[in-house]
């Protein structure tokens, strides 16, 4: 039995049990999507967001375009983990290093997680090109704004809810100023949330649903048997690009190592809230949440750009497919 270590129990996940009749690892909740795309006055849609337990219940850093297609970032909590009230006002931001970083210019597809009892928000921050932001917060009301982590350009930080030998940790994966048609994973540590280095390269693209590239969703989960770490993969195909999310295990000690890798998806757009919005064909995990008693998982992910939805799974089984399905044998046998 595989077990989640390094986290308090988590007794009130939001869960719903597998359908009868499903065979999955990884199922979705009947009742998605959770969040719609017009929650708050403001919002043209609302997805790719950041969720948290916070103070026995949770808390969240919800992605919102508004109707001026403005990329924004929203406060969020909720007493289950399915039914959220999202601030109407974009996160009250304190940058002390406006003069010398610029404005807030736009955020998107964050995460947030709990170290050493902080909260530490990562999202996409515009600084001449997509960058790694980084804030802290204690309330989910005020945040206050940290170094950029890393040059221009970057997305899908996501960091480690503890840190590796001393040092915090985090994922990224290097892009471009647009639409990237790349991306590789890449591991980073930081003694203080400013200075970063110690870049390893994890994983980059591979058969069909992954073949364009690939970035880290959610805040890695802490097992036994290594970091339990979800991700998004690209296809492109003859009608764009197409978004589904798989998983991996990370060595524990050295995260940049990878255990095993799922060579087949565990979800791919197929509904009509994945397949229809704004950008179509999008399933994109942002955020996970574990409890360590049960080994239940509940993911937060993205639907076409346009709702949050929840997905669910139990995390011996999750681990079980990875080892049963990794990438590493599908290689071989694709190259014989």
Known sequence: MVKII?????????????PEGCGDVVWRYSNNPIVPRDAVPCANSIFNSAVVPYHGKFAGVFRIDNKLREMRIHSAS????????IDPEPFRLINPMAEEVGPFIYGYDPRCCEIDGEYIVTWCNGYHGPTIGVAKTS????????????????????????KIG??????????????????????????????????????????????TKI????????T???????????????????????????????????????????IAPQKPYEQIGDVPNVAFPCAALADSQTGRVAIYYGAADT????????????IDFIKHNDLADALKAYEK
């Open 6 to 18: 390094g986290i308090k129990p988590l007794p009130n996940i939001p869960w719903q049990e597998r």
């Open 78 to 85: 909720s007493e289950n983990g399915f039914d959220w009230n």
């Open 139 to 162: 309330d989910f009301k005020t945040y206050t704004q940290l170094e950029n982590a890393f040059l221009p350009f970057n997305r899908n930080g996501v960091m480690f809810p503890r």
């Open 166 to 211: 001393g040092n915090y940790a985090m994922l990224s994966r290097p892009s471009d100023n647009g639409h990237t048609p790349f991306g590789d994973v890449y591991y980073s540590e930081s003694p203080d949330l400013t200075y970063w280095g110690k870049h390893r390269f994890v994983m980059g693209t591979s058969l069909g649903w992954q073949s």
């Open 215 to 222: 970035g880290a969703g959610p805040i890695p989960i802490e």
């Open 224 to 266: 036994d048997e290594g970091w339990l770490l979800f991700y998004h993969g690209v296809l492109t195909s003859c009608n764009g690009y197409v978004y589904s999310f798989g998983a991996c295990l990370l060595d524990l000690d050295k995260p940049w190592k990878v255990i095993a890798r799922t060579a087949p998806y565990l």
């Open 307 to 318: 709702v949050i939805c929840l997905a669910f799974c139990k995390v011996d089984e999750v």
